[in-house]
Every structure is written in structure tokens, then in C-alpha cells.
């Protein structure tokens, strides 16, 4: 293929390619198809070097003008001694696709040549296509499936139940049936309001920004949905249109089932064909900031561990339970409870030394360009080596080794240096700078970081933002790796980050977007009332509650300005 349709790292990808006639090392025409794009090539004026030299099929290692053998996982492979037509290289293609859960942009057909997932009556809901089917001529049953894309977490499965594998899985189709549904491409987690009452699973407040659509061919019946456990009072949410409320049909998701060791929630529903769905929950956040929310993490919540002092095996992140484990085989951050002196009788994660470790490399960090990091960290810290880190992303998931730049997109370190890296190339690059502020030497530090292209700010314990620092060229963009906490160093991936020594309390990501001046302050206050501590700019901006409204005031600093000092709680 051209350079404007290059091959994936790390996805999945369905390769074709048709060679007109079959003369050895012939310069006639070939079409080359990834994923549902084609491209003809003469290679009599192209320098495109795919050929066919001699009679026999060699997989791998092409022993002729080529760096190697491939290096990669190939899971299955057709040849045939004719060029295919068009329609039946589709066809073709489609199999693969449906078989593998990878997306094509092109219609998808069955072995008759049905339409059994068509892009132009499915325009703005071709993103993340995959589903289950039976066609017996092409010995295809996919009896359950997800997509192989980054990031996809939905499941479906025919009738009630899902199994390990597609192998074991009991429940069989009927010749000619397909299911097949894409995603309009949005923001798979709590962002839009959606509330909901009735259901027996609890209250919702909030639906997925990403809105499914089906197509059934056949009339596929029940079929069991699947989301990984975390969203609290989850329901599947189907429609006739693609707009949400109330009267639509919520099915409860309560259901858990374990596949493959995760453990998801699930309903059972019959999807029609041209049917939308998308899910609900509660969305929980600090002070009712849900908007741009992307991460929450906190040392009381699902920090898996067996007693103070034991190992931090993996945390949960309280908003959209996205898990952050062990990274290659680094040591785990220690668990401690909370005291009169420790997070005002809250527990923390204790980094005992730089080499401790808990990331996510399957997950996107930030997934606007401007983005907002609060930290709460302990007085005490110290560096566990160069370029002590608190936390850290990774520029690009697709790029996890090769260079020590990799998980330099983001860098909080506890000696006040932040490192940015665009992964657009471009003309900037902010190495190490120390941004203005520092940590609070004597008392804990809720420090939040805002972030856009080309500028970095933060402040501390609720007090105005320090002096700016501003990035010239392009800016730092499309960051598009996981995160971690500690050091970045493991698995021989050529870091050269290491942890900080210290404690954690809580880490909140809104990448999707900054928030406002009054949604920062109603999540500094959060935190100053947790742990326990006196917010700067007390007698104008005061200690706000989960609502925006002038009645969420629950400390105001200017009718009570003598008392100003020494500010703590209970809520």
C-alpha cells in the first residue's frame, strides 16, 4: 500500500492482493486492499514491490529484497491461483473481518454477495464494526466477538451466555444469520446526561457519548451485551432513533460473567436491525465534576492489597475502572493506613523506593490536546533516581519501546520538572522544564496541573495558578498512550524515568478537556475537606460543594474571614 494507507502497528488488519497475470517477477497491474481500501498499482511505473517470483507460497521470511521475516501474528491466510474479481476479493475480505472483529470501509457481504453490513445506510456509525454470523459455505460461525480495534471493550455473544473462546461457545447461529453493529466513533464512557430511575438496578445519571447501531441479517434473536465491570448501575440502553431518554428500554446489566479472567456486567436483548444502543450509569466523580472526567484514582478505593505494608498489586480507577498492574516484572508501591498525620485518617500508596511501578497500556490518557492532572501527595518526598516520577504517559500505545522518549508525553516529577512530548512531531518538544510552584515542603500537596498545546500552569492547595510556561511550535498533540505511576523503566523498553519515593493519595484526569475556574475550586475543596486542608483565596472563592449554584457554599470565607485558618471537616 501507498504511504497514505500504511499498515498498523499493533491492529489488526485484513491484507489482500490481486496480480493480473503470472509471469514470474511479471510488471503488470495489482490491487492491493487493507482493510477495505484499494489501491492498483503498475509496477512497471510504481516503486511498490509487491510481486510474485516463482510457483510456490512461502509465509514469513521472503528470502528476496526484504529485511526479514514478518513480524507479527498472522491468523489465517487464502490463496488462490486466478485473479479474484472485486466483488469476491469483498467477499473475501468480509469473512476475514467479521471472523477477527476488524473494521473494513467498505460494505461487508456475504458469500451470495448480501449486504449484511452496509456503510452508506450506517454513515456516521462505521467506527469499531464487528459482530457475529454463520455462513456455512465459508465454514464461518462466530458465535461471539468484540472488536480487534484499540481500546474496544464491548462484547456480544448469541443467546445467553459466552464462553472462553468462540470454540467453546455452545450457542450456534443459523445458516445465514449476521449481526453486525459499528459505533458512531464518540467517547465510550459517562459523558452525556442521561437520567433514569426506574430501573432495578439503581439510578442513572449519565449514558456513553458513543452510540451503537446494529444491522440484522436473518433475524438474529437474544444475544447477550458485555461491558467489563466499573461503570456503577450499568444499563443497556436501546432506541428506535439515536436520541436518548427516559422512555427508552433500559435493561439492567447487574449480571456478572467472567471471560477469560474479566469480569464483565450483562444484559440479554434482542437487537433489531436499524436498532441504536448505547449504556447508562452512574457517573461518579469528585464534587460532581463528571465533564472531561477521564481517570480517578484513590488510595481508598480499590487499591488491592492484604494490610498495611503489603504490596499495591494493582488500583482501580473509581470512575470508568480502568486498572493500572504491574509493569513487566517492576516492584509494587506499598500499602499504608491512614492516621491523624497520614491523609487525615486516609489510607495512601507508599512508594518505598524508584523502582515501583503500576501502569496501563491499553488505555488512551488524555484524549484532547488541553488537558487537567490534580495530584495529592505527602510532604517527605524524594527522587528514586533521574527524572523521578510521579506520573507519567506514554506518548503512543503502538510505540512502547525503542526509546527513551516514550513515556515522556506527560511527566509529573516530585523535584517540580515536567516533561511533554507531542506525538505529532512538529517543533515542539518541552524536554525537562520546572514549571513555576513547587510541592509544599511542610504539608501535603493538592497540586493541580493545566495543560494545553503549548502551555503548562499549575497551582497549589487551591490557591491562583503560578506564572505560565509557554511551548513555542506546534504544540504537544494527539498523545495517545496509557499512563502509569512510578518508575517508567521495565521490559528492556529503553526509559530513562525513574519513580519518586513518597506517598500517593489521589490522582484525578480530566483528559478530555480543561474544566472551569468554579469546577476546579468545587474539586479543590473536595480534597481540602478529605485530607484536611486550608485552601488558599478562602474569603473570595470559599469551599464549594457537589453544585455549581451559589447555595453549594459549605465554607464561606467572607462572612467568617477571622476564622479563615485551620479549615477541616467532616461531609
Known amino acids: 500500500m501507498s504511504a497514505a494507507n500504511a499498515f498498523t502497528i499493533n491492529k489488526s488488519s485484513v491484507f489482500s492482493a490481486i496480480q493480473d497475470q503470472a509471469l514470474n517477477s511479471g510488471r503488470g497491474e495489482r490491487r492491493l486492499g487493507l482493510d477495505g481500501i484499494y489501491e492498483d498499482f503498475n509496477l512497471g511505473g510504481t516503486t511498490n514491490t509487491f510481486n510474485v517470483l516463482g510457483k510456490h507460497l512461502r509465509i514469513g521470511d521472503a528470502g528476496f529484497e526484504s529485511a526479514g521475516s514478518f513480524p507479527g501474528d498472522i491468523m489465517e491466510v487464502v490463496w488462490y491461483k486466478r485473479a479474484l474479481t472485486a466483488n469476491e476479493q469483498s467477499r473475501v475480505n468480509s469473512y476475514l473481518a467479521v471472523k477477527n472483529g476488524t473494521t473494513l470501509a467498505e460494505d461487508y457481504l456475504s458469500t451470495n454477495s448480501s449486504v449484511v453490513w452496509s456503510t452508506g445506510s450506517n454513515t456516521g456509525y462505521n467506527s469499531n464494526i464487528f ?49 453486525l453493529t459499528g459505533d458512531n466513533g464518540l467517547k465510550q464512557s459517562l459523558t452525556t446526561p442521561l437520567v433514569y430511575t426506574a430501573g432495578t438496578n439503581g439510578e442513572t445519571n449519565y449514558r456513553f457519548e458513543s452510540i451503537w447501531k446494529a444491522q440484522n441479517t436473518g433475524s438474529v434473536g437474544t444475544v447477550t451485551v458485555a461491558w467489563p ?29 467472567t471471560v477469560n479472567g474479566v469480569v464483565y456486567n450483562t444484559a440479554t436483548a434482542t437487537l433489531g436491525n436499524g436498532q441504536f444502543f448505547t449504556f447508562a450509569g452512574y457517573g461518579r466523580a469528585p464534587a460532581g465534576v463528571l465533564t472531561s472526567l477521564s481517570y480517578w484514582y484513590r488510595a481508598d478505593k480499590d487499591a488491592a492489597n492484604t494490610g498495611a505494608g503489603t504490596d499495591v498489586t494493582s488500583w ?105 512530548l507531542s506525538n505529532t512531531g512538529g517543533t515542539t518538544d518541552a524536554g525537562v522544564f520546572t514549571s513555576a510552584g513547587n510541592f ?32 513555542a511550535g506546534t504544540g504537544v498533540r494527539n498523545l495517545n498512550g496509557g499512563h502509569l505511576f512510578g518508575d517508567s523503566q521495565f521490559g528492556g523498553n529503553g526509559s530513562d524515568n525513574r519513580g519518586f519515593i513518597g506517598n500517593l493519595g489521589e490522582t484525578i484526569v480530566y483528559g478530555a478537556g480543561n474544566i ?22 478562602v474569603a473570595t472563592d470559599h469551599y464549594l460543594g457537589s453544585t455549581a449554584s451559589a447555595t453549594s457554599i459549605v465554607w464561606d470565607g467572607s462572612t467568617a474571614a477571622t476564622y479563615n485558618n485551620n479549615i477541616f471537616g467532616v461531609a
Not at 484499540?150 to 473462546?165: D, E, M, P, R, Y
Not at 466499573?230 to 456478572?256: H, K, P, R, W
Open 316 to 420: 482501580n480507577d473509581y470512575f470508568s475502572g480502568t486498572v493500572v498492574g504491574q509493569m513487566g516484572t517492576n516492584d509494587f508501591p506499598k500499602y499504608t493506613d491512614g492516621a491523624a498525620n497520614y491523609f487525615n485518617f486516609n489510607p495512601g500508596v507508599n512508594f518505598t523506593a524508584g523502582t515501583q511501578t503500576l501502569g496501563n497500556v491499553d488505555v488512551r490518557t488524555f484524549s484532547a490536546d488541553s488537558y487537567d492532572v490534580f495530584t495529592f501527595t505527602k510532604e517527605g518526598m524524594a527522587s528514586g533516581g533521574a527524572f523521578p516520577s510521579i506520573f507519567r504517559s506514554l506518548v503512543d500505545n503502538s510505540l512502547l519501546t525503542g526509546g527513551l522518549r516514550r513515556w515522556d508525553g506527560l511527566g509529573i516529577q516530585m523535584n517540580n520538572g515536567i516533561e511533554r
Open 229 to 257: 465491570k466499573g461503570v456503577a448501575n450499568l444499563y443497556l440502553v436501546q432506541s428506535t432513533d439515536a436520541v436518548f431518554d427516559a422512555t427508552d428500554t433500559f435493561t439492567s446489566m447487574a449480571t456478572e460473567v
Open 131 to 179: 459482530g457475529i454470523a454463520r455462513d456455512n459455505i465459508t465454514v464461518l460461525h462466530q458465535k461471539q466477538s468484540t472488536s480487534a480495534n484499540v481500546n474496544q471493550k464491548l462484547v456480544i455473544g448469541n443467546n445467553s451466555s459466552l464462553f472462553n473462546t468462540n470454540a467453546d461457545n455452545t450457542n450456534n447461529l443459523t445458516e445465514g444469520q449476521y449481526l
Open 516 to 537: 472551569s475556574l468554579v469546577e476546579r475550586r468545587r474539586v479543590d475543596s473536595y480534597m481540602a475537606i478529605k485530607y484536611g486542608i486550608t485552601l488558599g483565596r
Open 440 to 471: 509544599a515542603a511542610t504539608i501535603p500537596s493538592i497540586m493541580y496541573h493545566t495543560f494545553t498545546a503549548n502551555s503548562t500552569t499549575r497551582a497549589l492547595n487551591g490557591d491562583a495558578n503560578f506564572a505560565t510556561t509557554t511551548h
